[in-house]
């Protein structure tokens, strides 16, 4: 479903401020896999899924979805494939839109482009029927106009969005880290809900470790750059957070650092 072969990826080559941001990253998710990624500032996390989603090039190796090589496909092309979630609620809708105008949309993302009317009444219920997903009231809300929503509203209707074509890869980047505790939760409950009906294959970058280890079948670790750790889905449900402290001091030599981007 996913493959990353080879990715490399350096900042600023040649100058004081060269940095290695991707080392010879590998990685294959299988349909309906799920994972978790972790590590501090600066490992790499959101460098590699701007990688997938193309709004980055790697200076070497290949992007690889339902096998089909995208690498020189730019972002708006490689959208057809990709549904993703950003951890500003602002990014993922368009404020001056309606509901229902967001989700037309997202619907037509992966359809060829028409001069047809973006709603219709046949379109509408569908989107409505989407809407009840969420336990919101947002279906009776169809022409609110999306930047009147809370935080966690729009954080809920871009997760319906990206997730409404059932892309190949979703991703999810820090998605749930700029909302309050109790918003969290419900960002974090949907997600599994939705991630689990439509088995989507999904990347998520969390600041929590305790989310990492609770959601998704696999996970994996990221330091300076490179895949450090993964953990398949036999050994994942029995890790807790000392033991992945315990796993990153084994292969580094030094101990976690313990700030917000690897503690949650």
């Known amino acids: 479903m996913?493959?990353?072969?080879q990715i490399q990826k350096t900042f600023n080559e040649g100058t004081p401020d060269e940095k290695v941001a991707l080392g010879n990253i590998?990685?294959?998710?299988?349909p309906g896999d799920f994972v978790t990624i972790i590590g501090s500032n600066g490992a790499g996390k959101s460098t590699m899924m701007n990688m997938i989603s193309g709004a980055l090039t790697p200076d070497y190796g290949r992007v690889i979805i339902d096998g089909k090589d995208v690498t020189a496909l730019p972002e708006f092309k490689r959208s057809q494939y990709i549904g993703r979630v950003f951890q500003d609620p602002m990014a993922g809708t368009a404020p001056s839109m309606t509901i229902e105008e967001n989700i037309a949309l997202a619907y037509s993302r992966n359809k060829p482009r028409s001069l047809r009317?973006?709603?219709?009444?046949?379109?509408?219920?569908?989107?409505?029927?989407a809407l009840e997903r969420l336990h919101l009231n947002l279906?009776?809300?169809?022409?609110?106009?999306?930047?009147?929503l809370s935080g966690g509203e729009r954080q809920a209707l871009s997760l319906l969005m990206a997730t409404f074509t059932q892309p190949s890869i979703l991703l999810?980047?820090?998605h749930t880290a700029a909302l309050d505790p109790s918003r969290a939760e419900l960002i974090t409950q949907l997600t599994k809900e939705l991630?689990?009906?439509?088995?989507?294959?999904?990347?998520?970058?969390?600041?929590?470790?305790?989310?990492?280890?609770d959601l998704?079948?696999?996970?994996i670790m990221m330091d300076k750059g490179q895949i450090i750790l993964e953990v398949e889905e036999e050994r994942k449900p029995h890790l807790t957070i000392p033991d992945l402290m315990a796993e990153f001091e084994a292969?580094?030599?030094?101990?976690?650092?313990?700030?917000r981007a690897l503690l949650g």
């Open 251 to 259: 292969i580094r030599g030094e101990k976690m650092n313990s700030d």
């Open 195 to 213: 991630v689990a009906q439509d088995q989507l294959t999904t990347l998520m970058v969390t600041h929590n470790m305790q989310q990492a280890l």
């Open 117 to 129: 009317m973006g709603v219709t009444k046949k379109r509408r219920d569908i989107f409505r029927t």
């Open 139 to 148: 279906e009776n809300r169809l022409g609110a106009k999306v930047g009147l």
């Open 172 to 174: 999810l980047d820090e």
């Open 216 to 219: 998704g079948n696999r996970l």
């Open 2 to 5: 996913l493959k990353l072969q």
């Open 26 to 30: 590998n990685l294959h998710l299988k």
